[in-house]
């Protein structure tokens, strides 16, 4: 029997993993994918948004401006990589100035600092590529990046280093209420609990269908994503978007946290919740939408294209509350500013929990929490230091992202250690440069092999997934 399970190994499940694992608790994360981090939590764009596009009173923005404050102190605590690098919206139109403004009014209201409106000479000072039919931008100076995949991970490896027990490749099928909690069915046997936090992102609706049946809907919003080569990286220092409709903030153009470029996502709703699959069309609207904000985008660098569903929910607003079922907690419709809300839906959920048990600290807590070193980051004195303390940081497997296989042993063998190229690639990089892991894929693929102890053609890209015939 355990205290929590939390169902769902995305950003705001692992989230919520780590603020109960400061606290005497049993808790288990149940994850039907092979790993954490597989679904929207993998394919977004990695802003931490400041909170100036949310209506004021919803959750949406008082949770988007808690994250965005909690953020950069967990980055340091949890060592994943955040960098503080500011957002412009952008408006191409002297009509459109009202609405920057609205914008302006509305992310003051929720306590947003630093916000002002700058003339489009201005925003092209700051950002020389902006294009010349900008008239006007929105400056957010407390916007900033984050590695989505590491962050995730820091949370998850944090939560289990203070004793929370994952169970990747687990599907839940069936919840039944009981005198003491929760019987939850899964592909691997029973769980028992007593208490339930529901974070399965586009299928949250259905795992709350199991308990208090149909009361919402969560819809798959599928976003495509262009990403270019770390050449690219320097043509804007901002996040640059656009005014953003009731369907999505726009087509971004950004850096990312490791030096590449990316733009896009595009939005379109759907009702297959597995359909990641790019599209015709995508592409060339994320090309021209994109040409509208920068100029000089070498789209001839993209090295890769990605796809990610967005759990947009029907009530307008996240969903983080005790159901109408005692002890079943929903944390869904987490669509953007999902990722950087996230520890502060952790923290809601908490105190939601509190209020049906106590909640005792640990005394032997674990807050800290050591990434894995990235070598091609370090100083040459700093490079040569670790080799001498383990030669296998000397071997270059990935030449792109120059990831050792130091690195690579480092992600199979820690705590929620990667047991697939994709698990390796999330952790490291390796794989996720110029050749896309036309290179590395062998080695990587032998050493997972050896340090796992199973047969090379048992090596997967992603997994087994636990769903095939859904």
């Given at each position: 029997?355990?205290?929590?399970?939390?169902?769902?190994?995305?950003?705001?499940?692992?989230?919520?993993?780590?603020?109960?694992?400061?606290?005497?608790?049993?808790?288990?994360?149940?994850?039907?994918?092979?790993?954490?981090?597989?679904?929207?939590?993998?394919?977004?764009?990695?802003?931490?948004?400041?909170?100036?596009?949310?209506?004021?009173?919803?959750?949406?923005?008082?949770?988007?401006?808690?994250?965005?404050?909690?953020?950069a102190e967990l980055s340091k605590a949890l060592d994943f990589a955040y960098r503080n690098n500011g957002a412009m919206v952008l408006c191409f139109d002297e009509d459109m100035l009202p609405r920057l403004e609205k914008l302006l009014e509305k992310g003051r209201e929720n306590g947003v600092r630093g916000l002002e409106i700058l003339t489009g000479d201005e925003a092209r000072k700051r950002e020389p590529a902006l294009s010349e039919k900008v008239c006007?931008?929105?400056?957010?100076?407390?916007?900033?990046?984050?590695?989505?995949?590491?962050?995730?991970?820091?949370?998850?490896?944090?939560?289990?280093?203070?004793?929370?027990?994952?169970?990747?490749?687990?599907?839940?099928?069936?919840?039944?209420?009981?005198?003491?909690?929760?019987?939850?069915?899964?592909?691997?046997?029973?769980?028992?609990?007593?208490?339930?936090?529901?974070?399965?992102?586009?299928?949250?609706?259905?795992?709350?269908?199991?308990?208090?049946?149909?009361?919402?809907?969560?819809?798959?919003?599928?976003?495509?994503?262009?990403?270019?080569?770390?050449?690219?990286?320097?043509?804007?220092?901002?996040?640059?978007?656009?005014?953003?409709?009731?369907?999505?903030?726009?087509?971004?153009?950004?850096?990312?946290?490791?030096?590449?470029?990316?733009?896009?996502?595009?939005?379109?709703?759907?009702?297959?919740?597995?359909?990641?699959?790019?599209?015709?069309?995508?592409?060339?609207?994320?090309?021209?939408?994109?040409?509208?904000?920068?100029?000089?985008?070498?789209?001839?660098?993209?090295?890769?294209?990605?796809?990610?569903?967005?759990?947009?929910?029907?009530?307008?607003?996240?969903?983080?509350?005790?159901?109408?079922?005692?002890?079943?907690?929903?944390?869904?419709?987490?669509?953007?500013?999902?990722?950087?809300?996230?520890?502060?839906?952790?923290?809601?959920?908490?105190?939601?929990?509190?209020?049906?048990?106590?909640?005792?600290?640990?005394?032997?807590?674990?807050?800290?929490?050591?990434?894995?070193?990235?070598?091609?980051?370090?100083?040459?004195?700093?490079?040569?230091?670790?080799?001498?303390?383990?030669?296998?940081?000397?071997?270059?497997?990935?030449?792109?992202?120059?990831?050792?296989?130091?690195?690579?042993?480092?992600?199979?063998?820690?705590?929620?250690?990667?047991?697939?190229?994709?698990?390796?690639?999330?952790?490291?990089?390796?794989?996720?440069?110029?050749c896309q892991a036309g290179f590395c894929s062998p080695k990587t693929m032998l050493m997972l092999s050896e340090k796992l102890g199973v047969p090379l053609e048992e090596i997967t890209k992603s997994g087994k997934g636990v769903h095939e015939d859904d």
């Amino acid at each position: 029997m355990y205290d929590v399970l939390i169902i769902g190994g995305g950003v705001v499940g692992c989230a919520a993993a780590w603020a109960l694992s400061a606290y005497d608790l049993s808790v288990c994360l149940a994850e039907r994918e092979s790993d954490i981090c597989e679904g929207t939590s993998k394919a977004n764009s990695g802003i931490v948004h400041a909170g100036f596009n949310e209506t004021p009173g919803t959750l949406k923005a008082k949770l988007n401006v808690r994250g965005n404050a909690m953020i950069a102190e967990l980055s340091k605590a949890l060592d994943f990589a955040y960098r503080n690098n500011g957002a412009m919206v952008l408006c191409f139109d002297e009509d459109m100035l009202p609405r920057l403004e609205k914008l302006l009014e509305k992310g003051r209201e929720n306590g947003v600092r630093g916000l002002e409106i700058l003339t489009g000479d201005e925003a092209r000072k700051r950002e020389p590529a902006l294009s010349e039919k900008v008239c006007y931008a929105l400056y957010a100076p407390t916007s900033g990046i984050v590695c989505p995949f590491e962050m995730t991970l820091a949370f998850a490896e944090n939560a289990a280093d203070n004793g929370t027990e994952f169970r990747l490749g687990t599907a839940v099928t069936a919840i039944e209420k009981t005198s003491d909690g929760f019987s939850v069915t899964t592909d691997k046997g029973v769980i028992e609990t007593r208490y339930i936090f529901n974070c399965a992102g586009v299928y949250a609706d259905r795992i709350h269908e199991m308990v208090c049946g149909k009361e919402f809907t969560i819809t798959p919003r599928r976003g495509e994503y262009l990403l270019m080569d770390k050449d690219a990286g320097g043509l804007v220092s901002h996040t640059i978007f656009q005014l953003p409709t009731d369907m999505s903030k726009g087509i971004l153009v950004t850096p990312t946290v490791h030096g590449n470029l990316m733009t896009g996502p595009t939005a379109e709703d759907i009702d297959d919740k597995e359909n990641t699959a790019a599209t015709r069309s995508g592409p060339s609207e994320i090309k021209q939408k994109g040409s509208l904000s920068v100029n000089g985008i070498p789209f001839n660098k993209v090295i890769t294209g990605f796809t990610g569903l967005r759990a947009s929910g029907d009530r307008g607003d996240f969903i983080v509350e005790e159901s109408c079922v005692e002890g079943f907690f929903d944390a869904a419709g987490i669509e953007s500013p999902g990722l950087t809300s996230a520890p502060a839906i952790a923290e809601m959920l908490a105190e939601l929990l509190k209020k049906r048990t106590a909640l005792t600290p640990k005394t032997d807590y674990k807050a800290g929490r050591r990434g894995i070193v990235h070598f091609a980051s370090l100083s040459r004195e700093e490079q040569n230091e670790l080799i001498k303390q383990d030669p296998a940081y000397g071997n270059i497997v990935c030449r792109c992202e120059t990831v050792t296989e130091g690195e690579i042993l480092d992600a199979i063998g820690r705590t929620l250690g990667a047991t697939t190229l994709d698990g390796v690639k999330r952790r490291t990089r390796a794989g996720m440069g110029r050749c896309q892991a036309g290179f590395c894929s062998p080695k990587t693929m032998l050493m997972l092999s050896e340090k796992l102890g199973v047969p090379l053609e048992e090596i997967t890209k992603s997994g087994k997934g636990v769903h095939e015939d859904d």
